[in-house]
């Protein structure tokens, strides 16, 4: 098993696509200076009457909602592009038990994603202290918890990136579904009737973020929201259901 | 490989193929395009169950195999490598999950002449040195038993002929090396054995020399004096055809049993040389039967 994780590691490691996607969120996370000294200087401009009503969408969540897309990329990639190349039959030669060469590729993909995620947030919070000061600009309270959990949700979306992938084999169709995920289902979901729309809302993997880290004292567009518990056994779902199916279809089904 | 079938829909690609290949020689695996030669590499590499039947490696299923490639080299699509990756990274990203070491991998580029282009992205190798990339992986673990699929493909007269030295000589130090192609011609030189399929059944499971004697078809006789030494080879049963050049094509006879004859009348002769039909035109033959993608005839 290390021995297969080390291969992957170095497998993602010498693959050009990590790189570009990981200079892709180094990318989002820098130009998050331009919102948070846009909002530094808007602040000062206001009469201190209309302060207490400017709002910002909190900088670090922006940036890993971002990630969240740009890593999810980074996992179908990771599975895809052997695929596509046909490297998977030298992969699963070296490594014929295929579950542990799956698991290997989650593993690095897990700690890669995670540590991207975290290092977005956490550069963006510090980055966005130093531009933005002490104005008490309502959505950049800093919330740690938030912060943690948005990396999380960015390492989430590499492993269903991944497993997507492994189930469909190709980068278009995985890339859309991931897609689909982060933004068009949320879109959709928000349109549902009433009680509905609140039920799926919740379900979202970013809703789950201010479920499990709490609201922070803001009223989520997600709606009421689950229970910190719940909302964590759908973020288990989130990685469990999909690579668990991925686990299942590379075992039975032949490489192509 | 015993009773080995493997469907894909209906139509069986390998129909209860068995055979054995043995250490200490170059097999040749030969058959038409489609016949279920790269079918029985697969299933024999674990990569597509079998639908029924099994295919063991030194009597062990490859996905039971710890190590896998310490015991089994594979080369299957030479094309296959992800090409943003340096040959060196590629074949250390294969041997780091078989615990082979950095220094195997620079041994290996160094045998298989690409040394040089080793930091490299394999993106940019021509299709031969992505063949000798392949059978660089394949050589990685030092296995007894190496798989080539289609090794020659792509490769000039000289990687033709690199192949054929390196394969004789890995059979030579006792190892399994089986050799798939649908050129008889190629085989004709690298092989010893041969194990001939053709829509996934086994025709012909020989060495060379056997199909090259199956399909004698005579003596090549020159001489001076025709008519005089075709009188003698008749009287002694044979049949004889003179050709177009005046050659005589005997059959029913030997070479030894026409020297001596000739000699028994003094009759000179300038030319006895057993024909056989090529090896090509024998494989051809035997897989006429079963051309998948055939010309029609």
Redesign the interface.
Same mark, same amino acid.
């Given at each position: 098993m290390t021995? +297969?994780f /080390? $291969?992957e590691w170095?497998?993602l490691r010498? +693959?050009?696509?990590t790189w570009y996607c990981l200079g892709v969120v180094a990318l989002i996370a820098g130009l998050m200076a331009l919102p948070a000294w846009y909002s530094a200087r808007l602040w000062d401009g206001l009469p201190p009457a209309r302060r207490a009503s400017m709002e910002v969408s909190s900088l670090p969540e922006q940036a890993c909602w971002a990630a969240y897309l740009v890593m999810g990329v980074l996992g179908v990639l990771a599975i895809t592009?052997?695929y596509s =190349?046909?490297?998977i *039959? +030298? =992969? @699963? =030669? $070296? #490594?014929?038990?295929r579950r542990t060469a799956l698991v290997a590729k989650a593993g690095v993909v897990a700690v890669v994603a995670l540590a991207a995620g975290e290092a977005t947030g956490f550069t963006v919070l510090a980055a966005a202290r130093l531009i933005i000061g002490d104005r008490p600009i309502h959505g950049q309270e800093t919330h740690l918890g938030r912060i943690l959990m948005s990396g999380v949700v960015v390492m989430v979306f590499a492993l269903v990136g991944l497993s997507v992938g492994a189930l469909l084999r190709s980068t278009a169709g995985a890339i859309v579904v991931v897609a689909g995920l982060w933004h068009i289902v949320p879109v959709l979901v928000h349109l549902l009737p009433a009680p509905w729309s609140d039920r799926f809302g919740s379900l979202m993997p970013a809703a789950l973020v201010e479920e499990i880290a709490g609201s922070g004292g803001q009223n989520s567009i997600y709606g009421a929201g689950l229970p910190p518990a719940a909302a964590v056994a759908v973020l288990v779902a989130y990685v469990v259901v999909p690579l668990g199916a991925a686990g299942i279809a590379l075992e039975r089904r032949? #490489?192509p | 490989m015993t009773e080995l079938t493997k469907r894909y829909g209906g139509a069986p690609a390998v129909d209860r193929l068995s055979f054995q290949v043995r250490p200490g020689h170059v097999t040749g695996f030969l058959g038409p395009n489609g016949a279920g030669k790269s079918t029985t590499m697969?299933v024999l &590499?674990? @990569?597509?169950?079998p639908t029924s039947g099994t295919a063991l490696v030194n009597g062990r299923r %490859?996905?039971? @195999?710890r190590?896998?490639?310490h015991e089994v080299g $594979?080369l &299957?699509?030479a094309? /296959? #490598? %992800?090409?943003? *990756? =340096?040959a060196v990274?590629h074949l250390?990203? &294969?041997a780091?999950?078989? *615990?082979i070491g950095t220094s195997r991998v620079a041994a290996v580029l160094e045998q298989v002449g690409l040394a040089g282009v080793g930091r490299k992205r394999t993106g940019g190798f021509s299709l031969g040195m992505r063949q000798r990339l392949g059978i660089a /992986?394949a050589l990685l673990g030092d296995p007894g038993v190496l798989l080539l699929d289609e090794p020659v493909n792509g490769l000039d007269p000289e990687g033709v002929r690199w192949i054929r030295e390196l394969t004789r000589a890995l059979a030579a130090e006792g190892r399994t090396v089986l050799i798939s192609s649908h050129l008889m011609s190629e085989m004709e030189l690298t092989a010893d054995r041969l194990v001939i399929i053709g829509r996934g059944r086994l025709i012909a499971e020989t060495t060379v020399r056997e199909l090259a004697a199956r399909f004698q078809r005579g003596v090549l006789v020159r001489t001076g004096r025709v008519p005089e030494l075709a009188r003698a080879l008749e009287a002694a049963g044979a049949s004889v055809l003179v050709e177009a050049d005046g050659a005589l094509a005997v059959g029913g006879l030997d070479a030894v049993r026409i020297g001596e004859l000739a000699a028994r009348d003094g009759i000179p002769v300038h030319e006895v040389t057993p024909r056989s039909a090529s090896l090509e035109e024998a494989y051809l033959a035997l897989t006429a039967g079963s051309l998948e993608y055939g010309a029609a005839r």
């Open positions: 021995d +297969a /080390a $291969a170095l497998k010498t +693959a050009r696509s592009s052997e =190349t046909g490297m *039959r +030298a =992969t @699963l =030669t $070296a #490594v014929p038990r032949d #490489v | 697969r &590499l674990g @990569l597509a169950a %490859y996905a039971d @195999l190590f896998p490639m $594979a &299957l699509d094309s /296959a #490598v %992800y090409g943003g *990756r =340096t990274d250390r990203c &294969l780091r999950a078989n *615990r /992986a």
